[in-house]
């Protein structure tokens, strides 16, 4: 752990695993991430599976720091696209806006983000909306540990716990699944495709840059976003 280089398979194995572990009442458990079922929106009787225990009387979405913009904005953006792909009407027009668009604030629209546009794509189902997600995590923490061991040549442990205090910060947690945190998905893609190409330049790395940039400004909750990109 102190001195090996994981291979590729071996950092996207270690990434899986942590998800699987950290994730593990979702995957196992009937657990749920989304905002629409912890915040209860439809009035449903719904039962939560927990595979870490709680404490009595907590409900499942405490400790979140923005359960409205998940649950009155991102998520039913995802909706609102899966309604617009499916029916091949523009999502740049909401006739039940004054203004036209989805929400308020014009600068915290994730319409064409990549998260809900592929649970878009996929049926913008519960399940969709788990697996993209918990895809998105994989793949996060499987560049943030290539880019501790690959390109900052720092030790196999040392990849594992950046990639433990990626999940666990206070940020990471409190905004699970929120629309502040979306470009927190993609910021390691970038980083890693930034250190590739500034270690290596060649004409591959610099497109991977180019393609890594696109999926963070895609994501147009812009204060967060922004704050990525410095």
Same mark, same amino acid.
């Given at each position: 752990?102190? *001195? &090996?280089?994981?291979t590729? %398979?071996?950092? +996207?194995?270690? /990434?899986?695993?942590? $998800?699987?572990?950290?994730?593990?009442?979702?995957? +196992?458990?009937?657990?749920?991430?989304?905002? @629409?079922d912890?915040?209860?929106?439809?009035?449903?009787?719904?039962?939560?599976g +927990?595979?870490?225990?709680?404490?009595?009387?907590?409900?499942?979405?405490?400790?979140?720091?923005?359960?409205?913009?998940?649950? =009155?904005?991102? *998520?039913?953006m995802?909706?609102?696209?899966?309604?617009?792909? *499916?029916?091949?009407?523009?999502?740049?027009?909401?006739?039940?806006?004054?203004?036209?668009?989805?929400?308020?604030?014009?600068?915290?629209?994730?319409?064409?983000?990549?998260?809900?546009?592929?649970?878009?794509?996929?049926?913008?189902?519960?399940?969709?909306?788990?697996?993209?997600? @918990?895809?998105?995590y $994989?793949?996060?923490?499987?560049?943030?540990?290539?880019? #501790?061991?690959?390109?900052?040549? %720092?030790?196999? %442990?040392?990849?594992?716990?950046? /990639? #433990?205090?990626?999940?666990?910060? &206070?940020?990471?947690? /409190?905004?699970?699944?929120?629309?502040?945190?979306?470009?927190? %998905?993609?910021?390691?893609?970038?980083?890693?495709?930034?250190?590739?190409?500034?270690?290596?330049?060649? =004409?591959?790395?610099?497109?991977?840059?180019?393609?890594?940039?696109?999926?963070?400004?895609?994501?147009?909750? @812009?204060?967060?976003?922004?704050?990525?990109?410095?």
């Amino acid at each position: 752990l102190t *001195e &090996g280089r994981p291979t590729r %398979l071996g950092a +996207f194995l270690i /990434a899986l695993v942590l $998800v699987v572990i950290i994730f593990g009442d979702v995957i +196992f458990n009937r657990g749920t991430l989304s905002m @629409l079922d912890m915040a209860n929106i439809t009035w449903k009787n719904r039962t939560y599976g +927990f595979y870490h225990p709680e404490r009595p009387l907590m409900a499942v979405h405490y400790g979140y720091s923005d359960t409205g913009g998940a649950a =009155f904005q991102s *998520e039913p953006m995802i909706q609102f696209m899966k309604y617009s792909i *499916e029916k091949r009407q523009s999502p740049y027009w909401n006739p039940y806006s004054a203004t036209g668009a989805v929400g308020p604030e014009t600068l915290v629209d994730n319409k064409f983000s990549p998260f809900t546009l592929l649970v878009a794509v996929l049926g913008g189902s519960n399940t969709a909306f788990h697996f993209v997600l @918990l895809t998105l995590y $994989v793949f996060a923490i499987y560049f943030i540990i290539r880019v #501790v061991t690959a390109q900052f040549n %720092l030790s196999l %442990l040392s990849g594992i716990t950046a /990639a #433990v205090i990626y999940l666990l910060n &206070g940020f990471s947690v /409190a905004n699970i699944s929120s629309n502040v945190a979306q470009s927190y %998905l993609y910021f390691p893609f970038l980083l890693f495709t930034l250190c590739s190409l500034v270690l290596k330049p060649n =004409f591959w790395r610099f497109l991977a840059a180019i393609l890594a940039n696109i999926l963070l400004l895609m994501t147009t909750f @812009l204060p967060t976003t922004t704050l990525v990109m410095l």
